[in-house]
């Protein structure tokens, strides 16, 4: 079974995103049994809060089910949990090697990283565009199922 995480700063607009798009692509691709995907934040702002309001509106107009949520902050055991830690920008990134200390088994990712122009995700809390974070989120998705099959 592949564990992955996606990490945000608060964890209910970017990194909650990203679980249900990929809850959902790997559902479709029938491969769903393979798979254990879940989210957290860098910080404890939004501890206990569900998703964001733009992204529970943004999964809905797509057609992308999600389920109840409460955010949660990154531990340290989740670094020997899960295959892999994906943040949506670099700042995330640091803040989870703060977190859980050295990346000594290259789990740890920038979501775009994945994709064919690496660079962060914007935060739909600060830029309020849910469809530029879907889009980048949908972009980099495709590009980690894309590494993962190989």
Known sequence: MIKVLFVCLGNICRSPMAEFMMKNAV???????????D??????????NGIHFGTRKKLE?????YTEHKARRLMPS???????????????????????GEDREHKI?????FSQKPRDIADPWYTGNFNETY??????LEGFLK???K
């Open 109 to 113: 990712y920038r979501l775009l990283d």
């Open 39 to 48: 989210s957290a934040a860098t910080s404890y702002e939004e501890i206990g």
């Open 135 to 140: 889009n980048d989120i949908q972009e980099g």
């Open 27 to 37: 559902q479709k691709r029938g491969v769903e049994k393979n798979f254990y995907i």
């Open 147 to 149: 590494y993962l099959e």
């Open 61 to 65: 107009e797509v057609g992308i089910p």
């Open 78 to 100: 989740d670094y020997e949990e899960y295959d892999y830690i994906i943040g949506m920008e670099e700042s995330n990134i640091r803040n989870i090697k703060r977190i859980v």
